[in-house]
């Protein structure tokens, strides 16, 4: 996987020296390099040689002269540039492993790497962490990472993750401490597995490590139709319990499925710190309710206009009470049709999962001016939804216009969108 150019920025280094999308760039002052980590790291220079592979094969030489932490405005297909580290686990939980076929080809990859995880926030479980890579993390001061840690039981963490190596997870966590690495945890709670006394000891050993922990995100199993086995979903009563167990820890956050499972109001912001784990669902319903709020709202729209928010269940409750303020605009009425995912099954309530088909059938007999939904139901920079199809597909079958909401934590441009009518 070279260092291969997906894009330049306007008006940037790159984009005046002839970089063009297709350009592989071979070297940084004659070093290969293997990630952006890399590149980062030599691009703090005033003077740069770049080694340049063209489209056409040509290969250029390219001296540069900047600022010492001036970037040249390349974007990069990938974020590594040799082979992604695979992950070697077969947790008992993956959700990779219990989707069907048919759906888009990258919802099938399965990556484990400490690059990616500093890089973009993905998650890693430590299962494959090298001594060599131990030795580049602490050479280049890397951090903090983001670690799927479940348990800190030895034998549990085996049997979970279905990995040998997984019960050295309290090892590396404590040699990250030794080495003032930070890390945000996640743990995803599996009634009867790891819930209940085993989360006390997985909560008490991360509190041991004190600052090194950043946060810990809590989150229940997701479960589909499509697995076979004894996995039990998270109910009221696990809910309430580990609502319960986390509140008793400093940077313990449970994510909002509980508190909607256990009945209880979302907590206010202060509960989330700095809304580190907002992708795992930790905190978006606070977020988006008190950024609503910051909102100037019009007190009229010039003519008869319906909008409707299609989303998933597990915001449906905070758009009905959002929807009560939006339909005291005058000439506005405001509809929230939470989409039902006949494909994942019924357990399954984040937007993030929606397919065309359901979104299609949510719709089909709703009568709309303008549909919103959010960007996490399209796979990112597109119009594709994780089932293949994409939003003029949606467009075709149910004749109506959609404005796709790009801040997810935002109603902002919906809001501006109201005072243009």
């Not at 809304?275 to 309710?289: H, N, P």
């Not at 206009?305 to 005058?330: H, Q, R, T």
């Not at 019924?346 to 397919?355: E, K, P, R, S, Y």
């Not at 359901?358 to 939804?385: C, G, H, Q, W």
Request: proline letters at 4%; glycine letters at 4%.
């Amino acid at each position: 996987m070279p260092a291969t150019v997906n894009s330049v920025l306007q008006n940037s280094i790159a984009q005046e020296i002839g970089i063009q999308k297709g350009d592989e760039i071979l070297s940084v002052d004659g070093v290969k390099m293997l990630d952006m980590i890399d590149y980062n790291f030599y691009m703090k220079s005033e003077l740069v040689t770049l080694e340049v592979k063209k489209s056409d094969g040509q290969i250029e030489e390219i001296e540069i002269e900047k600022d010492y932490d001036e970037d040249l405005g390349i974007v990069f297909e990938s974020a590594v540039f040799d082979r992604v580290k695979p992950c070697l686990n077969h947790c008992i939980f993956c959700f990779v492993d219990q989707q069907p076929k048919g759906l888009r080809d990258t919802l099938y990859i399965k990556d484990d790497d400490y690059r990616l995880s500093y890089l973009q926030g993905t998650y890693i479980t430590l299962t494959n962490l090298t001594d060599e890579d131990k030795q580049r993390i602490k050479r280049m001061h890397l951090g903090p990472f983001y670690v799927s840690v479940h348990t800190t039981n030895p034998q549990l963490r085996v049997k979970m993750l279905r990995n040998p190596n997984a019960g050295k997870a309290l090892e590396n966590l404590q040699w990250f401490r030794k080495n003032k690495i930070p890390f945000h945890a996640q743990i995803v709670l599996c009634p009867n597995i790891n819930d209940g006394e085993e989360l006390e000891r997985t909560l008490s050993d991360l509190a041991k490590l004190k600052n090194t922990v950043l946060s810990v995100a809590i989150v229940p199993v997701g479960i589909t139709q499509f697995r076979h086995d004894n996995l039990k979903p998270v109910d009221k009563t696990c809910a309430l319990k580990t609502v319960e167990i986390a509140s008793k820890y400093k940077r313990v956050c449970c994510s909002d499925e509980f508190f909607l499972l256990a009945q209880k109001p979302i907590p206010p912001a202060k509960y989330y710190g700095n809304f580190s784990q907002l992708d795992d669902g930790v905190g978006a319903l606070r977020l988006t309710t008190d950024n609503f709020k910051k909102l100037s709202l019009p007190k009229f729209v010039s003519k008869p206009f319906k909008l409707v928010f299609a989303c998933s269940y597990a915001a449906f409750g905070m758009l009905e009470d959002i929807s009560e303020k939006l339909n005291k605009i005058k000439n506005l009425k405001v509809e929230v049709h939470p989409v039902k995912s006949e494909y994942w099954g019924q357990d399954i309530t984040v937007a993030g999962l929606i397919t065309t088909d359901d979104l299609i059938r949510t719709l089909k007999n709703v009568d709309a001016d303008l549909v919103v939904i959010p960007s996490i139901m399209l796979r990112p920079y597109s119009e594709d939804f994780l089932d293949g199809k994409n939003l003029s597909y949606v467009k075709e079958q149910t004749k109506k216009k959609f404005l796709v909401q790009k801040n997810i934590y935002s109603l902002n441009e919906v809001v501006e969108y109201l005072k243009t009518i």
